[in-house]
């Protein structure tokens, strides 16, 4: 069943399950739900009461998967439009000719089509040839720093995900949002290192916390770059 709180100027929204349990449990997901397992004997008011204490560190938490959310407006895919690489804004620019391509040129990001209808597929493709091999250039140093800690991904892929920037599989694959490619390289860097650290500590405790500080210590300020930036 779903129920919801209010604390402060914030609504919460939590999903309940009763369960032969002796503790209740609350979860956020990566995609910011609140998930509460309670006992069976428990009373919806008491579990209420629990979630307004814990509220603080839910918020925090859904707070904390924001940027992983990838929130790029809708383009339309006329000339004129800018478009987002490696954290640099280009001016769209479409050319009507018989060989088509996708150059930057400048300030501008030059697509030359058949016509203005294949604009769209031409530039996707190339944001993905791109992505398929910057984001594999930037992640091998930082695989090459996680192998002290005895930890090596089995594989980096690249999946569009409506939802998140990343994610790791328990058989420690990581997959990536392909829309990364639109970010600076620190944010790219920054949701890698967050990937590689899930290999070495599953959930997001404080020793998780600590080893993503260490590894990038600047990791906050990516993070906080990623979320406007494609806001």
């Known amino acids: 069943m779903t129920e ?44 209420k009461e629990k979630i307004r204490k814990k509220a603080p560190w839910i918020i925090k938490q859904q707070s904390f998967f924001l940027s992983f959310q990838p929130k790029t407006p809708q383009r339309r895919y006329i000339s004129g439009e800018t478009h987002l690489y490696l954290g640099r804004q ?35 493709d190339w944001y993905l040839q791109h992505a398929r091999t910057k984001v594999q250039a930037i992640a091998a140093p930082l695989i090459d720093k996680f192998k002290k800690h005895k930890v090596e991904p089995s594989s980096i892929v690249l999946r569009e995900m409506p ?3 990343g994610s790791c599989t328990p058989k420690g ?52 770059k990623l979320e406007k930036l494609l806001a």
């Open 90 to 124: 280009y001016r769209l620019q479409i050319e009507i000719d018989k060989e088509e391509s996708v150059k930057l040129k400048g300030k501008f990001l030059v697509v030359t089509a058949i016509e203005k209808s294949r604009a769209k597929a031409l530039l996707e």
């Open 4 to 47: 919801t709180i209010q604390f402060g100027s914030k609504t919460i929204d939590f999903r309940l399950e009763y369960s032969d349990r002796k503790s209740l449990g609350i979860t956020v997901t990566p995609e910011m739900e609140v998930l509460v397992k309670a006992p069976t004997d428990t009373s919806i008011e008491k579990v």
């Open 163 to 165: 939802t998140r920037w």
């Open 173 to 224: 694959k990581i997959i990536l949002n392909p829309e990364l490619i639109k970010a600076p390289k620190g944010c790219i860097e920054y949701v890698i290192v967050h990937e590689l650290c899930h290999l070495v500590h599953h959930d997001h405790t404080q020793k998780f916390i600590d080893l993503q500080t260490r590894e990038m210590k600047e990791w906050e300020k990516w993070k906080m």
